[in-house]
């Protein structure tokens, strides 16, 4: 059993459509994280939320950290073939703990 | 200027060997670690090091050390390699700070144990 389940695994969709990946655990954390991972490198940071209901924009991307800190969202609105990846949400418990999701592998059709 | 690196980039070698894999940092990060990522693409981490001193270890078999000569470098050394060793190592250091820490990741080492 994963610390973390990300929704849906694949999603694979038209350019110009929109899409919510979902991240979801029973544990609490102090914060949350979102990485993209393009195939070949490491994982990049996109963004932190801390505070829960925290909502935090980044120009298409809208991320949103759950009321109870135990899950979060990554909204897509009008996705671009530049956003295909692999989307992996991390939950931090303490100091140095990263515990990250599943993933979900984006592809944006032209 | 790379701020996180590997090397090699690819590993491939024969089951019961011992291989090293390196990362530097040149971002003067104080915590380094090192990720697995198998093939279904789940990351797991497997150490960390804050001023040489480990302060993670999940359970990974002791074949596995980490060697950390200085704050920029943490080795991963690997002995009896197993086929189930197959992976994308991932090296990482992150910011000071308790909460929020970001993480910078390396390119990563693919492993293939034949």
């Known amino acids: 059993t994963q610390l973390l389940e990300q929704s849906p695994q694949f999603l694979s969709i038209q350019e110009g459509e929109n899409l919510t990946v979902y991240c979801n655990s029973s544990s609490v954390f102090s914060s949350l994280q979102w990485y993209r991972q393009e195939p070949g490198e490491g994982p990049v940071l996109l963004v932190t939320v801390v505070t829960g209901g925290e909502v935090k924009k980044l120009k298409r991307l809208t991320f949103q950290f759950g009321d109870a800190r135990k899950d979060s969202s990554l909204h897509i609105t009008a996705a671009q073939p530049g956003d295909t990846g692999l989307y992996l949400c991390?939950?931090?418990?303490?100091?140095?703990?990263?515990?990250f999701g599943t993933g979900t592998r984006l592809t944006v059709i032209p | 200027d790379t701020a996180v690196s590997q090397t090699p980039k690819y590993l491939v070698t024969q089951m019961g060997n011992d291989k090293s894999i390196k990362c530097e940092q040149n971002l003067g990060h104080d915590t380094m670690y090192w990720y697995k990522q198998d093939s279904k693409k789940f990351l797991k981490i497997m150490f960390s090091?804050?001023?040489?001193?480990?302060?993670i270890n999940e359970t990974v078999p002791n074949r596995f050390s980490p060697k950390s000569p200085d704050k920029a470098h943490l080795n991963l050394h690997i002995n009896s390699l197993e086929l189930g060793d197959s992976a994308v190592y991932f090296c990482?250091?992150?910011?000071?700070?308790?909460?929020?820490?970001?993480?910078?990741f390396g390119p990563g080492t693919r492993l293939t144990v034949l």
């Open positions: 991390a939950g931090i418990r303490g100091a140095n703990n990263l515990f």
């Open positions: 090091y804050n001023n040489k001193e480990l302060i």
């Open positions: 990482a250091s992150s910011t000071p700070g308790s909460a929020g820490r970001a993480q910078y």
